[in-house]
């Protein structure tokens, strides 16, 4: 069973960057289609960005441009570079496998 640790939230001013990780246990990583999804106090969790096991990525609208995901599968890894952060960007963000789940990490984005 493949268990998720997210890392590196915190408060940043608008216009900062901030750099997630997800340390994935198992051996299957390397295999697995990765996500980031976010939310906000009061909203619906959104989708934010995805990463397939042969490097193909997508993102959300709100984060494009902005945000970029990658894995290194060695370390069974995966991040989330967050940069120009917004206020409306502050959530707790969680990665997963579709079917697996982290505890989230806070972000908050100061204006």
């Known amino acids: 069973q493949v268990q998720l640790v997210e890392s590196g939230g915190g408060l940043v001013q608008a216009r900062g960057s901030l750099r997630l990780s997800c340390a994935a246990s198992g051996s299957t990583f390397s295999r697995n289609t990765m996500a980031w999804d976010r939310q906000a106090p009061g909203k619906q969790r959104e989708w934010v960005a995805l990463i397939t096991s042969s490097g193909f990525t997508t993102y959300a609208d709100s984060v494009k441009g902005r945000f970029t995901i990658s894995r290194d599968n060695a370390k069974s890894t995966v991040y989330l570079q967050m940069s120009g952060l917004k206020p409306e960007d502050t959530a707790v963000y969680y990665c997963?496998?579709?079917?697996?789940w982290g505890q989230g990490t806070q972000v908050t984005v100061s204006s």
């Open positions: 997963h496998t579709g079917l697996v």
